[in-house]
């Protein structure tokens, strides 16, 4: 049973924006909190957004004013808007729970390419 399943990847032209669904199984959801991280070629992951399950928002310096983060309770999906994207927004984005100790599940990603 997948846990946490990412959708709407892609490949989009700077300035473009693009939205990641992050669809979480409804006893997670109600539960644990829900983080985007990123993970470029060659590179460490890094932390992009998180939600917690009282609807608190943070964002990473690097996507504030770009990026944001939302939650559909109703269909139990975590959405990450992103506009103004830059080439350097390039990564495989992944979302992944938090908050309770139990609440370490992730999915499996989906590619984002930023590219003129």
């Known amino acids: 049973q997948v846990q946490l399943q990412e959708s709407g990847g892609g490949e989009v032209q700077p300035g473009g924006s693009l939205r990641l669904s992050c669809t979480v199984l409804?006893?997670?959801?109600?539960?644990?909190?829900v983080h985007w991280y990123r993970q470029a070629a060659g590179e460490q992951r890094e932390w992009v957004s998180g939600?917690?399950?009282?609807?608190?928002?943070t964002y990473a310096d690097s996507v504030k004013g770009r990026f944001t983060i939302s939650k559909d309770k109703a269909k139990d999906t975590v959405y990450l808007q992103m506009n103004s994207l830059k080439p350097e927004d390039t990564a495989m984005y992944s979302c992944?729970?938090?908050?309770?100790?139990?609440?370490?599940?992730w999915g499996k990603g989906t590619q984002v390419t930023v590219s003129s």
């Open positions: 992944a729970t938090g908050g309770r100790s139990w609440c370490t599940y």
């Open positions: 409804t006893f997670i959801s109600s539960n644990c909190g």
């Open positions: 939600i917690n399950i009282d609807g608190d928002t």
